[in-house]
Nanobody, 126 residues
Framework: QLQLVESGGGWVQPGGSLRLSCAAS????????IGWFRQAPGKEREGVSC????????NYADSVKGRFTISRDNAKNTVYLQMNSLKPEDTAVYYC???????????????????WGQGTQVTVSS
């Protein structure tokens, strides 16, 4: 069974940090670009960051540039999202997603796919 499982969410005060993990099972992430998305209550889902197959490209939404860092460890079949300087507006359910990608294809935010994790809640408040 193909699965993506997110972890690492929780509650943090403004200015704090969290690191989200996205672990794949049943398939290898090496053939996929990976994206992080988020959805806040009453808002549409938005792409936050993505990383290409061979780390040749990363992409970030303007709202998180300079604060979030995406990385991948293909040996562990896991992708990470390091989130620093968190703000209340970062509060959302965060999802990882995978899309089959050509070897040197650059990643794009907001790609379409049917491979999604179940989400992890991130709450930033004082």
């Amino acid at each position: 069974q193909l699965q993506l499982v997110e972890s690492g969410g929780g509650w943090v005060q403004p200015g704090g940090s969290l690191r989200l993990s996205c672990a794949a099972s049943g398939f290898t992430l090496d053939y996929y670009a990976i994206g992080w998305f988020r959805q806040a209550p009453g808002k549409e889902r938005e792409g936050v960051s993505c990383i290409s197959r061979r780390d040749l490209s990363t992409n970030y939404a303007d709202s998180v540039k300079g604060r979030f860092t995406i990385s991948r460890d293909n040996a562990k079949n896991t992708v990470y999202l390091q989130m620093n300087s968190l703000k209340p507006e970062d509060t959302a359910v965060y999802y990882c997603a995978a899309v089959r990608s050509a070897l040197y294809e650059l990643c794009r935010l907001n790609f379409s796919t049917d491979k999604w994790g179940q989400g992890t809640q991130v709450t930033v408040s004082s």
